[in-house]
């Protein structure tokens, strides 16, 4: 592959994680990585998208109080109609990011291949990689047209690394020293009546402890709660375990917790250390998003649910009464 | 106030899926239900019809097959009528060309509002609805997480990482809801009743006057290359709680130097 662009959302100069991720994957196989970015403090953010691997960071700019979806997929689509041609356009799987692949694809009238788990270039094209049955099967799949291919990757599929010293003086897959790279501005087209919604007001959700899809705990509830009261329990479980709680959807779709809960397929991807399912059958559209736990427990009353044959340890028990006993035990102990 | 809601027919979740042999796609034979992702944007169609005090509520489907199973338990608890593109070219669509046709269905009901799931439950691709928008030059709201109209315009808390953003958006325009935003009712007697009597308009790929080979998986230009078993996580020790366990949790945790 001879270049990739990467989508960079940022907040406050400062990249999304899975844009270093996606940055940290395109130098495993693009000779050339650079960076699309936009927003306010797009400028600053171009400092650490070079440190993880952009040469060149086409900034979008402020795009006020726009959604990203419209300008900048009319920005990108314009530049790649206009003849700067990348072979793959990675984006993460996030609420911004799919809009702009969906409105990208429309644009540029190409297929869009989304949640990607991984990426092999071992021949030359791209093939990627699908957890699908709930992650109990790996379907691989690549593009058949011509390109650039419109690749939508979910959060942690690959670890993020900075370029280091070391390897940047080899210079073998590598482009030249990448600390700061070059910024040109991208200008985005008339978005017409496309882009006519307007953010009126933004709310921060107050959370105390780690973010969902960072933390070293996740302590999950489902169905198996019985209530939607008794999600107390997992809140304060996550918060003695200086973890984030989580959801099943089965008890996001019964309004039980906001959506911004729900791991899963439709949802959070978790990688936590440990992960403690509470009353959670184990749905497929459950396990594709906790699998890689690198250390399951589940708590559930049905020895015959899907969530044990990959719990490390599984409790056949009633959550309502193992977790107030596993509360009052850690409680003791601060 | 009309809304189109995009409705998506799939095998039941409850029985394991599997996928045909020659070409990878999903097998889709025996009664298809309609996704439940789908049920939150049928209540929410009804529910702005209902305030806005007129219009009605359309469905729009896409099958290969002419299934029509998943559609009436919408129809009966109030929608008023459904369009269902069928054709056998559709086999094996991926989501631009499903947005192909599910928008040029759109186009002829000309709708204030369309309303469509984050994503199926099935594919779960999840471009679909904004490729639908884009395609018609309509702003969209995806990731709504409450949703009403006033004053002519569409006000939307849309799910942001930080928490959410209130998003105004003049009509017509695309919006697509999580799961559980509201609660969707269940079909009275009567409803079952009245919609088997509801029409449902069956058009082909030719009637919507798009080309055959932008749709169906020749439109794709996507491939399956193979699909095989991921690496199995083992399932590890099992402990029937005698009104103990909890300490083995914590004595796991503490192995795990979490505590």
Same mark, same amino acid.
């Given at each position: 592959?001879?270049?990739?662009?990467?989508?960079?959302?940022?907040?406050?100069?400062?990249?999304?994680?899975?844009?270093?991720?996606?940055?940290?994957?395109?130098?495993?196989?693009?000779?050339?990585?650079?960076?699309?970015?936009?927003?306010?403090?797009?400028?600053?953010?171009?400092?650490?998208?070079?440190?993880?691997?952009?040469?060149?960071?086409?900034?979008?700019?402020?795009?006020?109080?726009?959604?990203?979806?419209?300008?900048?997929?009319?920005?990108?689509?314009?530049?790649?109609?206009?003849?700067?041609?990348?072979?793959?356009?990675?984006?993460?799987?996030?609420?911004?990011?799919?809009?702009?692949?969906?409105?990208?694809?429309?644009?540029?009238?190409?297929?869009?291949?989304?949640?990607?788990?991984?990426?092999?270039?071992?021949?030359?094209?791209?093939?990627?990689?699908?957890?699908?049955?709930?992650?109990?099967?790996?379907?691989?799949?690549?593009?058949?047209?011509?390109?650039?291919?419109?690749?939508?990757?979910?959060?942690?599929?690959?670890?993020?690394?900075?370029?280091?010293?070391?390897?940047?003086?080899?210079?073998?897959?590598?482009?030249?020293?990448?600390?700061?790279?070059?910024?040109?501005?991208?200008?985005?087209?008339?978005?017409?009546?496309?882009?006519?919604?307007?953010?009126?007001?933004?709310?921060?959700?107050?959370?105390?402890?780690?973010?969902?899809?960072?933390?070293?705990?996740?302590?999950?509830?489902?169905?198996?709660?019985?209530?939607?009261?008794?999600?107390?329990?997992?809140?304060?479980?996550?918060?003695?375990?200086?973890?984030?709680?989580?959801?099943?959807?089965?008890?996001?779709?019964?309004?039980?917790?906001?959506?911004?809960?729900?791991?899963?397929?439709?949802?959070?991807?978790?990688?936590?250390?440990?992960?403690?399912?509470?009353?959670?059958?184990?749905?497929?559209?459950?396990?594709?998003?906790?699998?890689?736990?690198?250390?399951?427990?589940?708590?559930?009353?049905?020895?015959?649910?899907?969530?044990?044959?990959?719990?490390?340890?599984?409790?056949?028990?009633?959550?309502?009464?193992?977790?107030?006993?596993?509360?009052?035990?850690?409680?003791?102990?601060? | 106030?009309?809304?189109?809601?995009?409705?998506?027919?799939?095998?039941?979740?409850?029985?394991?899926?599997?996928?045909?042999?020659?070409?990878?796609?999903?097998?889709?034979?025996?009664?298809?239900?309609?996704?439940?992702?789908?049920?939150? /944007?049928?209540?929410? %169609? =009804?529910?702005?019809?209902? *305030?806005? #005090?007129?219009?009605?509520?359309? &469905? $729009? +489907?896409?099958?290969?097959? /002419?299934?029509?199973? %998943? =559609?009436?338990?919408?129809? *009966?608890? #109030?929608?008023?009528?459904?369009? &269902? $593109? +069928?054709?056998?070219?559709?086999?094996?669509?991926?989501? =631009?060309?499903?947005?192909?046709?599910?928008?040029?269905?759109?186009?002829? &009901?000309?709708?204030?509002?369309?309303?469509?799931?984050?994503?199926?439950?099935?594919?779960?691709?999840?471009?679909?609805?904004?490729?639908?928008?884009?395609?018609?030059?309509?702003?969209?709201?995806?990731?709504?997480?409450?949703?009403?109209?006033?004053?002519?315009?569409?006000?939307?808390?849309?799910?942001?990482?930080?928490?959410?953003?209130?998003?105004?958006?003049?009509?017509?325009?695309?919006?697509?809801?999580?799961?559980?935003?509201?609660?969707?009712?269940?079909?009275?007697?009567?409803?079952?009743?009245?919609?088997?009597?509801?029409?449902?308009?069956?058009?082909?790929?030719?009637?919507?006057?798009?080309?055959?080979?932008?749709?169906?998986?020749?439109?794709?230009?996507?491939?399956?290359?193979?699909?095989?078993?991921?690496?199995?996580?083992?399932?590890?020790?099992?402990?029937?709680?005698?009104?103990?366990?909890?300490?083995?949790?914590?004595?796991?945790?503490?192995?795990?130097?979490?505590?």
């Amino acid at each position: 592959m001879e270049e990739i662009w990467v989508l960079a959302e940022q907040r406050g100069g400062v990249p999304a994680g899975i844009v270093l991720e996606l940055l940290t994957a395109a130098r495993g196989f693009g000779r050339v990585v650079e960076a699309v970015t936009w927003g306010t403090g797009s400028a600053s953010a171009a400092t650490a998208l070079g440190q993880y691997g952009a040469t060149k960071v086409h900034d979008i700019g402020d795009i006020g109080e726009s959604l990203p979806g419209p300008k900048v997929a009319a920005a990108i689509a314009a530049h790649i109609l206009g003849g700067d041609r990348p072979d793959a356009i990675l984006i993460g799987a996030t609420y911004d990011g799919r809009d702009i692949a969906a409105r990208l694809s429309v644009r540029l009238d190409l297929p869009v291949l989304t949640n990607i788990v991984g990426i092999d270039a071992s021949d030359g094209a791209l093939t990627t990689e699908h957890a699908i049955f709930g992650g109990s099967a790996l379907l691989r799949a690549r593009f058949t047209g011509g390109g650039p291919g419109i690749f939508v990757i979910r959060a942690k599929s690959f670890a993020a690394e900075p370029v280091s010293p070391a390897e940047t003086a080899e210079g073998a897959a590598l482009p030249e020293p990448a600390a700061s790279p070059v910024i040109v501005v991208m200008e985005v087209p008339d978005t017409g009546q496309s882009d006519a919604a307007r953010i009126v007001a933004r709310h921060e959700e107050e959370r105390s402890g780690p973010k969902l899809d960072e933390a070293a705990v996740v302590v999950s509830g489902g169905r198996g709660l019985g209530s939607p009261d008794n999600y107390s329990l997992i809140t304060e479980l996550a918060q003695l375990l200086n973890g984030a709680p989580g959801a099943s959807r089965a008890i996001v779709d019964a309004g039980w917790v906001p959506y911004a809960f729900q791991v899963g397929q439709t949802g959070k991807t978790v990688k936590p250390t440990v992960y403690i399912a509470c009353g959670i059958s184990g749905a497929t559209q459950h396990m594709v998003g906790m699998k890689s736990a690198k250390n399951i427990i589940a708590i559930n009353k049905d020895r015959e649910a899907p969530i044990f044959t990959i719990a490390d340890l599984g409790i056949v028990g009633d959550v309502t009464k193992v977790i107030p006993k596993l509360i009052e035990e850690l409680r003791a102990r601060r | 106030m009309n809304v189109a809601v995009c409705v998506k027919q799939i095998p039941d979740t409850a029985s394991p899926y599997a996928l045909e042999p020659e070409d990878y796609t999903l097998v889709r034979e025996g009664k298809l239900i309609m996704d439940d992702s789908d049920s939150y /944007g049928v209540e929410m %169609g =009804l529910q702005l019809v209902e *305030a806005a #005090g007129g219009g009605e509520v359309s &469905l $729009v +489907s896409m099958a290969p097959n /002419g299934e029509t199973s %998943g =559609l009436r338990n919408a129809l *009966a608890i #109030g929608a008023a009528k459904a369009v &269902l $593109v +069928s054709d056998p070219v559709l086999a094996g669509s991926d989501a =631009l060309g499903t947005a192909k046709v599910l928008a040029a269905a759109i186009r002829r &009901l000309e709708p204030d509002l369309v309303i469509a799931a984050t994503e199926s439950t099935d594919g779960y691709t999840g471009t679909t609805p904004v490729q639908i928008a884009e395609l018609l030059s309509w702003p969209s709201v995806s990731f709504a997480k409450h949703v009403e109209v006033s004053g002519g315009l569409l006000r939307v808390r849309r799910q942001t990482e930080a928490g959410y953003d209130e998003v105004a958006c003049p009509l017509p325009a695309v919006v697509t809801v999580t799961a559980g935003v509201v609660e969707p009712r269940y079909p009275s007697f009567k409803g079952i009743m009245a919609a088997k009597s509801k029409p449902i308009e069956e058009l082909k790929v030719a009637d919507l006057g798009l080309d055959p080979a932008e749709v169906g998986l020749a439109g794709a230009r996507q491939q399956v290359i193979s699909v095989e078993a991921a690496e199995a996580r083992k399932a590890g020790e099992i402990v029937i709680d005698d009104g103990e366990a909890h300490e083995r949790v914590i004595s796991f945790l503490e192995q795990l130097k979490i505590l």
